[in-house]
């Protein structure tokens, strides 16, 4: 059986959480490691982001969650600007 690529592995998948629960599951593969590395360490890469991958890429259950309040909030502070 092929193995499948990377991308094949996140587009099988809906939304983050799941994405990175396969991703997990996948960790010991080098393009694995290598796409999770540059996302954390990606500027534009938000907060909420980070904090999905300590939770289901590394399992971490102390992981601090933002407050889907705050994340709305700086969403809506974003959009003000015409970000070029």
Known sequence: ???KSLKELIESKDNISE???VLRKYRNRED???YVDNLLKNQYVTDYV???IDK???GNKE???AEKNCVEKM???V???DIK
Request: without cysteine.
């Open 1 to 3: 059986m092929e193995e």
């Open 75 to 77: 969403f809506k502070v």
């Open 63 to 65: 992981a601090i969650k």
């Open 79 to 81: 959009l003000r600007y």
């Open 56 to 58: 289901y890429y590394f």
């Open 19 to 21: 994405q990175l629960r």
């Open 50 to 52: 980070r904090y999905m």
């Open 32 to 34: 694995v490691r290598e």
